[in-house]
T-cell receptor, first 114, second 111 residues
Framework: NAGVTQTPKFQVLKTGQSMTLQCAQD?????MYWYRQDPGMGLRLIYY???????DKGEVPNGYNVSRLNKREFSLRLESAAPSQTSVYFC?????????????FGPGTRLTVT | SQQGEEDPQALSIQEGENATMNCSYK?????LQWYRQNSGRGLVHLIL?????REKHSGRLRVTLDTSKKSSSLLITASRAADTASYFC???????????FGQGTRLTINP
């Protein structure tokens, strides 16, 4: 199993450009999450999807949109990138059915907005 | 805002010594988890302790939880160079399926 995969690994955008970060998991998990990590800080939740067909805002949703395309895939879109969105983005998934609350993380996407 | 505060922010010890990291949080929790992050990588789950548990062990890891003080500690015994990483506590509250992370402790093990 590949676990949680993310594409791309690195991206440089100019201010105002748009892009979509892709995430997929092959563990048949119900819940998926997008986080951002800024230097010296822990992870902050952007959006999450508790199950296929549902999405909810996290702590820092402004400037982002998400799509839970199917059970496997959860994408994050930046419609008009800003320098403040320079960060490392992590996708995670969790099998909410067993109430273990353990999350599995992808390797991250390092985004720079100039 | 982040739930947890971790202490210390950075810790440097010699290989073979024990490393202790602390986490404090603000609201009631269902469980508390510890994750490790190697440089440039995603987070890896280490251990989970539920709110009705006081201590838990996994290999060289020992976690304690004091819900009256809203604090937890992670002890890594007999540290190895490979333990060099950042360690994060994360809490789950009520019926939520969301993790709230602390800011992390950067641990360096010197050979």
């Amino acid at each position: 199993n590949a676990g949680v995969t993310q594409t791309p690994k690195f991206q440089v955008l100019k201010t105002g450009q748009s892009m979509t970060l892709q995430c997929a998991q092959d563990m048949n998990h119900n819940s998926m999450y997008w986080y951002r990590q800024d230097p010296g800080m822990g992870l902050r939740l952007i959006y999450y999807s508790a199950s296929e067909g549902t999405t909810d805002k996290g702590e820092v949703p402004n400037g982002y949109n998400v799509s839970r395309l199917n059970k496997r895939e959860f994408s994050l879109r930046l419609e008009s990138a800003a320098p403040s969105q320079t960060s490392v983005y992590f996708c995670a998934s969790m099998d909410s059915g067993v109430y273990s609350y353990e999350q599995y993380f992808g390797p991250g996407t390092r985004l720079t907005v100039t | 805002s982040q739930q947890g505060e971790e202490d210390p922010q950075a810790l440097s010890i010699q290989e073979g010594e024990n490393a202790t990291m602390n986490c404090s949080y603000k609201t009631s929790i269902n469980n508390l988890q510890w994750y490790r992050q190697n440089s440039g990588r995603g987070l890896v789950h280490l251990i989970l302790i539920r709110s009705n548990e006081r201590e838990k062990h996994s290999g060289r890891l020992r976690v304690t939880l004091d819900t009256s003080k809203k604090s937890s500690s992670l002890l890594i015994t007999a540290s190895r160079a490979a333990d060099t990483a950042s360690y994060f506590c994360a809490t789950v509250g009520g019926g939520a399926q969301k993790l709230v992370f602390g800011q992390g402790t950067r641990l360096t093990i010197n050979p």
